[in-house]
């Protein structure tokens, strides 16, 4: 497999790592949206959050929370924007799961997560889409 992520977890590529345990692993984006932009994968190849097994959710959000509030303090951030892309369609641009850690900053110009898609359904539409999520 040819996955630049699947590499840096096997050791064969440096990465920019700032956490690792036995699952998951933390690294700083090579193309940062801000400083301390990090994002966490599992070490295992999978595409997508769906993808992922239920034994490694966890460990991998876990692993989110305490790189986030290190990012947080590091970098003396207002806040963070976490995200996952899943599927070309969302932005993936990398197919391997990975969770950005984005600071966040008074007056940065960055929108919300809801300003990334404005296409409001109706009401009628939420009322359907409700009913056939319910688990």
Known sequence: MDCLFCKIAQGEIKGGVVYEDEKVMALLDIQPRALGHTFVIPKEHYTTLLD???????????AVK?????????????????????????????????????PR???DRGGSMQSVVSNTPSEKERKIIREKLIL
Do not use: M, W, Y
């Not at 992922?52 to 876990?62: A, H």
């Not at 070309?88 to 990975?98: I, K, N």
């Open 52 to 62: 992922l097994p239920d034994n490694l959710v966890e460990s991998l959000f876990l």
């Open 66 to 102: 305490k790189v986030a509030e290190k990012v947080k303090e590091t970098v003396l951030a207002d806040g963070l924007t976490i995200g996952i892309n899943q599927g070309r369609a969302s932005g993936q641009e990398v197919d391997h799961l990975h969770i950005h850690i984005i």
């Open 105 to 107: 900053f008074k007056g």
